[in-house]
């Protein structure tokens, strides 16, 4: 009798345990969740590349470990790494509406919609803007092509011969004389491609004579730097809009005031030449993001050189590193190989960390 009572009680004990433990789990369930979770902001930098043979061919067959990658001289180690083929795609269409574009502008418009409606899929946005004593949102971005082809109609109409009625949005648009090339460069960057994720690109068709603008060269290179976004310039220069020596900065009347520096006597705001090498300036700004520079001509006609931007933008490598913690704010260079000696990697040279 003593025993089983003892067995009883001990029963009982174990059940009034059990039962506590288990009205208590819940209350132990919450009190974890209440506790303050701490979170790291780990920060990734990201970098799109096309890599080239020899012969100039794309190459899409690398893995990660045939990259190396360098910041600042510092060995890098890419945790991230993908082929990008098919991801959506943001692009910003920048063209020179200036008077020394006069004579080509209707080829550049209706190439590049031929390259627009083609190259854009379904989840992919396009943007146009247009430059010459201002900078103008013709068509915000877009997956319409009805829309694109419209911003087109509206290129052949620049602003030197519908004054400041614009057909877009006048929104970001600076005013001025000339040709503000930087000041669209960097419109673009801030305004369109900063707030979007993903491959970004912008294509500028000019002949790179900057000549009003309130940015400088450096600032609108940061710009499109900052934006992660790539730059293609295609150069389209129409020599003979320039006239002779001595007449550039005074087509039209205009070109007389802000950027590069002028006479201060209403004379050639370039005494020394013709007019600045925009093939150098358009060349740096491609470098320096990462894209490259064309050439129109008689060999390489505008529609070919739209065909090797699309190779390009269909065929990048996407990496992604974590840098060090001691990397700070401000600009850093990076230098991005592989192993095979003979290949050539397009990418960016650098970018901005922070504010």
């Known amino acids: 009798m003593g025993g089983n009572g ?8 174990r059940l009034s345990l059990l039962l506590a433990l288990f009205l208590l789990a819940p209350c132990e369930a919450l009190r974890a969740k209440e506790q303050p979770k701490i979170s790291v902001e780990v920060k990734v930098a990201n970098v799109l590349a096309t890599v080239r043979d020899k012969h100039g ?17 510092h060995p890098q180690m890419i945790t991230y790494f993908s082929r990008e083929s098919d991801l959506p795609l943001t692009l910003g269409l920048l063209v020179d509406t200036s008077l020394s574009q006069r004579r080509v502008l209707a080829q550049e418009s209706n190439a590049s919609y031929s390259f627009l409606d ?18 103008e949102l013709l068509q915000d ?19 030197f011969s519908r004054g400041n009625s614009g057909s877009g949005g006048s929104r970001g648009s600076y005013g001025g004389g000339g040709t503000l090339l930087y000041d669209a460069v960097y419109l673009a960057s ?15 068709l000019s002949d790179g004579v900057d000549n009003g ?14 934006a992660d976004t790539v730059v293609y310039s295609i150069l389209f220069a129409d020599e003979e809009a320039y006239g002779s020596p001595g007449n550039f900065g005074n087509l039209g009347g205009m070109g007389r005031r802000g950027g590069m520096g002028g006479t201060g006597r209403g004379g050639s705001r ?23 520079l064309f050439e129109v001509s008689k060999k390489q006609p505008i529609d070919d050189i739209y065909s090797q931007i699309e190779d390009e933008l269909r065929n990048q490598y996407s990496l992604g ?17 592989t192993k095979q000696k003979d290949q050539i990697v397009q990418t960016r040279q650098g970018y901005y960390a922070g504010q």
Not at 57 to 73: A, C, W
Not at 118 to 135: M, N, Q, S, T
Not at 213 to 223: D, N, P
Request: glycine share 10%; net charge neutral; hydrophobic share 30%.
């Open 118 to 135: 083609y190259l854009l899929r379904e989840k992919d946005l396009a943007c146009v803007i247009h430059f010459d004593r201002e900078v």
């Open 57 to 73: 061919g794309i190459v899409t067959n690398l893995g990660k470990d045939d990259f190396v990658l360098e910041e600042d001289g």
């Open 6 to 13: 003892h067995g009883k009680t001990i029963g009982s004990v």
């Open 213 to 226: 603008s309130k940015e400088s060269l450096v600032t609108a290179i940061e710009s499109a730097q900052r």
């Open 270 to 292: 370039y005494p020394q030449q013709e007019h600045p090498d925009g093939k150098k300036i358009l060349e740096r700004i491609s470098k320096e993001t990462g894209g490259r």
């Open 141 to 159: 971005l877009t997956s319409s092509h009805k829309k694109l082809q419209e911003a087109r109609g509206h290129l052949n109409e620049p602003s």
């Open 190 to 204: 801030n305004e369109e491609m900063k707030k979007q994720q993903g491959r970004k690109a912008l294509i500028i």
């Open 321 to 337: 590193y974590t840098p060090g913690a001691d990397s700070g704010t401000g600009y850093h260079k990076i230098l991005l190989t």
